[in-house]
């Protein structure tokens, strides 16, 4: 027996039990007795290791939303529909569970933010009595100066309540996008009592509660740009705070 | 030996096999149920200038300390338990050192993973954790280091250094090059630095400045609520420009502070509040502002 025969007999047979040919073989062959010492420590090894662990569901689910964040897959859509159609808010829950649409929408709202303050800096200053700041305090139409230019009416005002005072109309819809999406992520990390997410929820407090007094002192003193720039860079936060909670919450859930 | 002998594919497998099954017996542990605390330790070797990532989802520490050993990096971790897994990998001069948890349900403390880093003084950092000190001792190269609530403590380094936390504070000690910071809640403090290049920003808490400003440096400096503090000596030269909306500015070094010579600088809004000085040539620039908090200047010396 030679040692490509010791080597086929091996991979077709395995280790035990070697016939009487091989084992003079092997008797005559340093070689080939090191190789079955090799393939014999191999097997002594694999039987020791523990029993295979399957990872925990969320791995699953979080290389799922990388996928399709990345667009390498794409979650097929549902076979057969309900009877009746979901109501509007599960279609927000659906359209927000994805991390990449999240991710998305809270940076369409940081561009959004960016957007108005590069407007807002292209457009004449005036005093306060002028209609750029008259059109700041109130949101409805105007006109300008020059009459023959008409003016795209301000956003109106929000639908839903507001909180305690109203963004000036330049941060308009920055804030509702803002607000919008607080509850989303607020609720995915509502059930954790761990320190960071505490710390997460105590910073959106505070980003609100100077969010609130930034836009407070607007209404009273509107051509205080200092504050318009302090409240830009707390939507900006807040913006990113959010980001950072809706991740979180995706990795715990 | 054989006269037919040879090495096959199969045999080289076989002996590529064995130290990688033996490998997988180390880190996989014999029993999960013996592994309380662990400690991984890898040593990669790199060329030179590496980048290394740090991702560390646990809590813990992360601590990076130079030496000078230009082509090696050092990675110590460890762990509270076996719910948190390391994986620690090399591409060319990156370096990737992850920190997954691998039991959601894990008590907070089974979740802590501390990391130990020795590398080349010449390294670039980024590292990311969500709670836990992040450490960096005499490095120099860009970095860029995030957390949620941990602090980050800098001593010695040098670069284009980005910081962002949420509710995590900043001590910058000897620091040299360019420095962003931004937080919600967390303070910054500026320790005898070599700056030349600053920009600060939190929305609640404090900023301390004590040391010298770098002729021809920049140095922005802005809390929503927070005190702004900047000793400077009086062999400084800088322009000054601090304003406050609803706050405070207190001057106490107003007989070194001389009213603006450049003459070109005029508050917009007459509802800011400030004043703009210069000591010395004037040679930097310095802007502090907060919204509501107070803003302190004072001389060192």
Same mark, same amino acid.
């Given at each position: ?27 005559e ?24 662990i ?14 399709e964040?990345e667009?390498?897959i ?35 709202v ?23 700041? &008259?059109?700041?305090?109130t ?35 920055? &804030? ?17 009592n ?22 407070r ?15 830009s ?21 | ?22 490998a ?15 400690? $991984? ?34 990675i ?7 719910k ?19 039991d ?48 980050v403590?800098?001593?010695?380094v ?8 949420? =509710? ?17 809640s ?40 927070g005190? $702004? ?12 420009q ?29 509802v ?20 509501? =908090? ?8």
């Amino acid at each position: 027996m030679q040692c490509e025969d010791i080597e086929l007999f091996l991979e077709q047979e395995g280790l035990e039990p070697l016939p009487e040919a091989a084992r003079n073989h092997l008797a005559e062959c340093a070689g080939c007795r090191n190789y079955v010492a090799d393939l014999t420590s191999i097997v002594d090894v694999a039987n020791k290791l523990p029993t295979e662990i399957a990872p925990p569901e969320r791995v699953w689910v979080s290389l799922r939303a990388q996928l399709e964040a990345e667009g390498i897959i794409r979650t097929p859509a549902p076979v057969s529909g309900s009877a009746e159609p979901a109501s509007w808010w599960y279609s927000v829950q659906a359209f927000f569970s994805n991390r990449g649409f999240a991710a998305a929408t809270v940076g369409i709202v940081i561009v959004a933010g960016a957007v108005f303050e590069i407007a807002r800096d292209r457009a004449p200053r005036d005093t306060a009595g002028s209609p750029e700041i &008259a059109r700041q305090i109130t949101p409805a139409p105007a006109v300008t100066s020059s009459s023959t230019q008409q003016v795209k009416p301000v956003a109106p005002p929000r639908s839903q309540p507001p909180t305690t005072f109203t963004a000036p109309a330049e941060f308009a819809s920055t &804030a509702q996008a803002l607000d919008d999406q607080e509850p989303l992520a607020t609720g995915l990390i509502a059930s954790s009592n761990s320190t960071i997410d505490a710390s997460l929820r105590d910073n959106l407090k505070k980003v609100n509660e100077f969010i609130a007094d930034c836009e407070r002192h607007l209404k009273e003193q509107p051509q205080d740009e200092l504050t318009r720039e302090y409240l830009s860079a707390a939507y900006q936060q807040k913006a990113e705070l959010l980001s950072a909670m809706i991740e979180r919450g995706r990795s715990i859930n | 030996m054989c006269p037919s002998m040879r090495v096959t594919p199969v045999r080289q497998a076989t002996r590529l096999l064995l130290p990688v099954f033996a490998a997988g017996l180390f880190f996989a542990g014999v029993s999960p149920a013996r592994a309380a605390s662990q400690r $991984v330790e890898k040593q990669f070797n790199v060329t030179s200038h590496p980048v290394v990532v740090i991702h560390n989802v646990a809590s813990g520490r992360i601590e990076v300390k130079s030496w000078k050993n230009a082509h090696q990096v050092d990675i110590v971790g460890t762990q509270s338990s076996n719910k948190i897994a390391f994986d620690i990998e090399q591409a060319g001069d990156r370096v990737d050192v992850n920190a997954n948890i691998l039991d959601a349900s894990a008590q907070p403390l089974e979740l802590e993973a501390n990391l130990q880093l020795t590398v080349p003084e010449e390294t670039e950092l980024q590292l990311k954790t969500e709670t836990g000190l992040i450490y960096v001792e005499q490095v120099n190269g860009d970095m860029k280091l995030e957390s949620y609530g941990g602090d980050v403590h800098l001593k010695e380094v040098s670069g284009y250094v980005i910081v962002k936390t949420t =509710g995590g504070s900043l001590v910058c000690t000897q620091c040299a090059g360019k420095l962003d910071f931004s937080s919600i809640s967390g303070n910054a403090q500026l320790l005898q630095p070599q700056l030349n290049n600053v920009n600060v920003m939190t929305t609640t808490g404090n900023i301390l400045f004590d040391g010298a400003f770098i002729r021809t440096g920049l140095y922005s400096m802005r809390s929503g609520k927070g005190l $702004v503090e900047v000793r400077f000596s009086s062999n400084d030269s800088f322009d000054l420009q601090a304003q406050t909306s609803t706050g405070f500015v207190d001057n106490r070094a107003a007989d070194f502070l001389k009213p603006d010579n450049h003459k070109v600088r005029t508050y917009a809004s007459k509802v800011i509040h400030g004043f703009v000085g210069t000591v010395g040539a004037g040679l930097a620039k310095v802007e502090l502002s907060s919204y509501s =908090g107070t803003i302190r200047i004072m001389r060192r010396d």
